[in-house]
């Protein structure tokens, strides 16, 4: 049975961090595509960063240079390091791991930037 579960999601002011975390089981976490997704409130669920088996990352323009994505594959965990978050910010995040057309989703954890 695949788990992706994350953690580390809660409010905080603009400016401040986070990190999610994002714990896999049942699957051989190494071989994964790991990335991290959000859903604002009225948008389409949206790619934030990603980082393959071999820690290639890629990241959406809107959070390059303020997010960072890590895995730690003897612990089967992905990071996103959020730093200076903004309003915008705000939404569901999601953990996703990919390995060609196997695809498997977490059930998000809420970030909320407000003041």
């Known amino acids: 049975q695949v788990q992706l579960v994350e953690s580390g999601g809660g409010l905080v002011q603009p400016g401040e961090s986070l990190r999610l975390s994002c714990a896999a089981s049942?699957?051989?976490?190494?071989?994964?595509?790991m990335g991290w997704y959000r859903q604002a409130p009225g948008k389409q669920r949206e790619l934030v960063a990603a980082?393959?088996?071999?820690?290639?990352?890629n990241y959406a323009n809107s959070v390059k240079g303020r997010f960072t994505i890590s895995r730690d594959n003897a612990k089967n965990t992905v990071y996103l390091q959020m730093n200076s978050l903004k309003p915008e910010d705000t939404a569901v995040y999601y953990c996703?791991?990919?390995?060609?057309?196997?695809?498997?989703w977490g059930k998000g954890t809420l970030v909320t930037v407000s003041s």
């Open positions: 996703n791991a990919k390995l060609n057309t196997l695809g498997y």
């Open positions: 049942g699957i051989a976490f190494s071989d994964y595509v």
């Open positions: 980082i393959t088996r071999f820690h290639s990352t």
